[in-house]
């Protein structure tokens, strides 16, 4: 791919953020561990630009996230428009060996497309497009480990995710032996990085199932501004930020634990969940019993109780008939960090829309992807919470599960996973 030179040296300038791609209010700085280069992001003035300093559209494919890092990508990185998940099962026969010789090929493939070049026997598919904030995440089911004799280094964390009553789980489109989450600002580039992997996976591995997502494209709104889900709903309000003082204990596996999964430092654990929305049954809602149903206006994402979408949620105001403003079964205060204990994780989902069911009804829903450092203390007390009362499980139905050992970034000449293959 030939690229322009200053392109080249406009994306290098400066480590920044692309503004109008945060759906999750993300800031991402040296302390994430990823770092998000963009064209006009050293102050200067670039055609187009926002007055806030918010990337013009003509500057979403130069976009460039780092491949390497204490973090992998995909985790910090502010939400892309477009994204695939894929999980892969070793071929019958292939082991340790192959995963090796796998997980390299993906890091050669996944560093070159996230600078915007070309891998050898490229496609062409985005020849025209730069990186586009593409990044690339692996992770580790925990039936990898059994396939390449490493149980003896399979962390705890991977534990099998416990059932809930609600669960309408697919075997067929849930857990793997890889995992792979693409995102990108373009959707060719990430299609080309989903065929690209796919034809590196070769004979080592086959695709057990793929999810194709989307959320709102950079630049849509005049402002950075948290996403909305299928639902309309604003969503992605409480996340944890980079900047919170406790962040990196609650989404990133400390350095300096058991020595047999010391791979897993720097890396979080994913949580994968395709999650279908009922639409037709929650559009026939009147908009106060849906802003109930959730415990926040739909038109700003701000709580029940006033203010604005950041502000606190008042759990304990009361209206004049003596009931609480925020209902007791809304999702917004089942799921609230101090109704679980302190439990947080980062959310990272993508909607997905895949055609009208023979029934008539939209399939369509969330693909939610969430990160922490120990699902047991993130991801699985929450959902126990809801599964119990929370007023949004009968709009939803969970069909498709998988939890994921996502290791941290590579350094420098090191591939994905290294630590744990060649220990």
């Known amino acids: 791919m030939t690229e322009n030179n200053t392109l080249e040296i406009s994306r290098r300038r400066l480590l920044g953020t692309v503004g109008a791609a945060g759906a999750a209010g993300l800031v991402i700085g040296a302390a994430g561990g990823v770092g998000v280069t963009t064209a006009g992001s050293d102050g200067g003035t670039t055609d187009g630009a926002g007055t806030d300093g918010t990337p013009p559209l003509t500057?979403?494919?130069?976009?460039?996230?780092?491949?390497?890092?204490?973090?992998?990508?995909?985790?910090?990185?502010?939400?892309?428009?477009?994204?695939?998940?894929?999980?892969?099962d070793l071929a019958p026969g292939a082991g340790r060996k192959e995963s090796m010789a796998l997980l390299r090929r993906w890091s050669v493939t996944a560093e070159a497309l996230m600078a915007g070049k070309a891998p050898a026997g490229d496609t062409g598919v985005a020849l025209d497009a730069g990186p586009s904030s593409l990044s690339v995440t692996?992770?580790?089911?925990?039936?990898?480990?059994?396939?390449?004799?490493?149980?003896?280094?399979?962390?705890?964390?991977?534990?099998p995710l416990p059932a809930f009553s609600a669960d309408a789980l697919d075997a067929r489109r849930s857990e793997g032996d890889l995992?792979?989450?693409?995102?990108?600002?373009?959707?060719?580039?990430?299609?080309?990085?989903?065929?690209?992997?796919?034809?590196?996976?070769?004979?080592?591995?086959?695709v057990r199932w793929q999810m194709n997502?989307?959320?709102?494209?950079?630049?849509?709104?005049?402002?950075?501004?948290?996403?909305?889900?299928?639902?309309?709903?604003?969503?992605?309000?409480?996340?944890?930020?980079?900047?919170?003082?406790?962040?990196?204990?609650?989404?990133?596996?400390?350095?300096?634990?058991?020595?047999?999964?010391?791979?897993?430092?720097?890396?979080?654990?994913?949580v994968v969940r395709r999650i279908r929305m009922l639409l037709d049954d929650w559009e026939k809602?009147?908009?106060?019993?849906?802003?109930?149903?959730?415990?926040?206006?739909?038109?700003?994402?701000?709580?029940?109780?006033g203010g604005t979408e950041t502000s606190e949620l008042d759990l304990d105001e009361r209206g004049p008939d003596g009931t609480t403003v925020i209902p007791d079964n809304a999702h917004s205060r089942i799921s609230a960090p101090e109704q679980n204990g302190g439990a947080a994780m980062l959310r990272r989902p993508f909607s997905f829309h895949d055609g009208i069911a023979p029934d008539g009804t939209p399939d369509a829903g969330l693909l939610f992807v969430c990160?922490?450092?120990?699902?047991?203390?993130?991801?699985?007390?929450?959902?126990?919470?809801?599964?119990?009362?929370?007023?949004?499980?009968?709009?939803?139905?969970?069909?498709?599960?998988?939890?994921?050992?996502?290791?941290?970034?590579?350094?420098e000449g090191e591939y994905v996973g290294q630590r744990l293959l060649e220990s």
């Not at 979403?60 to 695939?84: D, L, N, R, Y």
């Not at 007390?381 to 009968?394: C, E, F, I, N, T």
Request: proline fraction near 6%; charged fraction near 20%.
């Open 138 to 159: 692996f992770g580790f089911g925990r039936t990898f480990f059994d396939r390449t004799g490493l149980t003896a280094r399979r962390p705890a964390a991977l534990d």
């Open 59 to 88: 500057t979403v494919g130069s976009t460039e996230v780092m491949f390497h890092g204490k973090h992998q990508a995909g985790i910090t990185t502010p939400s892309q428009s477009c994204g695939h998940l894929i999980a892969f």
């Open 371 to 411: 990160w922490q450092a120990d699902p047991l203390r993130g991801f699985v007390p929450v959902q126990r919470k809801l599964d119990r009362g929370d007023a949004l499980s009968a709009f939803i139905r969970h069909e498709a599960s998988g939890l994921f050992a996502v290791p941290g970034g590579p350094a």
């Open 179 to 206: 995992w792979v989450q693409i995102g990108a600002d373009d959707a060719l580039v990430a299609f080309h990085a989903l065929r690209a992997l796919q034809k590196d996976a070769g004979d080592a591995a086959r």
């Open 285 to 305: 809602l009147p908009l106060d019993r849906q802003e109930k149903v959730i415990g926040r206006r739909k038109s700003d994402g701000a709580p029940l109780t």
């Open 213 to 270: 997502g989307f959320n709102r494209s950079a630049g849509a709104t005049a402002k950075p501004m948290t996403a909305r889900n299928l639902m309309g709903q604003i969503d992605g309000t409480g996340n944890p930020k980079v900047t919170d003082p406790d962040f990196d204990r609650r989404i990133f596996v400390p350095a300096g634990g058991d020595a047999a999964t010391e791979w897993m430092a720097g890396g979080s654990y994913a």
